[in-house]
Structure formats: C-alpha cells, structure tokens
C-alpha cells in the first residue's frame, strides 16, 4: 500500500492521530477549492470544516481500495460548495436580490470551475503555477517566461501539458455526470 492509500484506511478506521494527519495534509486544497469557487473567506472556511466533519461522519463509506482520500475529499468539497452556493442563493433570493444570483442553469458551470480549481492544484508546479499566471492573472507567454525565469518554449509545453490534463479530468466529470 502507498502512503495515502494506508491514510486513507487508517482513516476509514477512525483512528484519532489519521484525522489529523488527513486534515493537515488536505486542508489547504479544500480550502483552495472552496474559496477559488465562493470567493468569500469566511464561506471557504465554513465548507472545509463542512467537508471535514462530512468525511469523519461517512468515512466508513470511504474505501482507499477505490478512490484516494484526496480525491474523495474533492468530491465531498464540490458537493459542500454546491450547497453553499444554493444556500448563498436562497439567502438572496429571501433579501429580494434574485437577479444577481447564480440561478439554476448555472450549476454545471459552478460544478466545472470546482473540478478544474481541484484539478488544477491537483496538476503541482511548474505546470499549476505557469496555467495561472496565463489564465488567472492573464500574463503572456514571455511574461511568464520572464517572472519565472524560464526558457519561453518550457513555458509553453508546461501550458500543453497542463491544459491537456486538465482536458482529461474536465472530460471525465462531465462523463460522471
């Protein structure tokens, strides 16, 4: 067994320094995932302590042989998040303010920018970091060749590859679906 798969049971079997270790290790991608999605701090820390309680809850129907912790605890991240944001919505739909949430013709594009925001943490450096600065911060090419510090052509096959994994994950949520 690898490290995460004997977490992963340790896990499942309820051991108390496991739920530690699990947290510590997995936090900050839940929290990422959350606040890449909500974009409100206090909403993403109130979804990572969600999943968390979530997981310790159901975690015997967690199985290490079929899934890693991590990617299980995207799951139960992106189906926090979505919750989040219906409540974000009832919220404003109570405070009369419909017109500016998302409505529900909008859940697969939320459910989307979950899957690559994991996705994308799930890609590490350099190919996570160059994909941001491209998308997320708009930087060119040779901008980022620059900041990095980095031949122009190693930028541009970190940006292929990345987006070529990227592909295979989007793909493969939208066939789960």
């Known amino acids: ?40 701090v206090a909403d993403a820390e109130d979804v990572t302590q969600q999943v968390f309680v979530s997981a310790w809850r159901s975690r015997d129907r967690f199985d290490p042989a079929r899934a890693p912790i991590g990617a299980w605890l995207s799951g139960i991240t992106r189906n926090a998040v979505a919750d989040a944001l219906r409540r974000r919505a009832r919220d404003r739909s109570d405070l009369g303010e419909a017109e500016d949430t998302p409505g529900p013709d909008r859940t697969d594009e939320i459910v989307d920018q979950v ?4 996705a994308l943490t799930e890609l590490g450096p350099p190919q996570q970091d160059v994909l941001e600065l491209a998308f997320f911060e708009r930087l060119t090419h ?34 789960s679906r």
Not at 115 to 118: E, K, L
């Open 1 to 40: 067994m690898t490290e995460p798969e004997v977490l992963g049971a340790r896990f499942r079997d309820g051991t108390a320094d496991a739920v530690r270790l699990v947290y510590e290790q997995y936090s900050s991608m839940v929290y990422s995932i959350a606040l890449r999605t909500l974009r409100n």
């Open 115 to 118: 899957v690559v925001a994991q």
């Open 142 to 175: 040779t901008e980022i060749a620059e900041r990095m510090d980095l031949p122009l052509g190693t930028v541009k096959s970190h940006i292929n590859r990345g987006l070529r994994r990227l592909r295979t994950r989007m793909e493969g949520s939208h066939a």
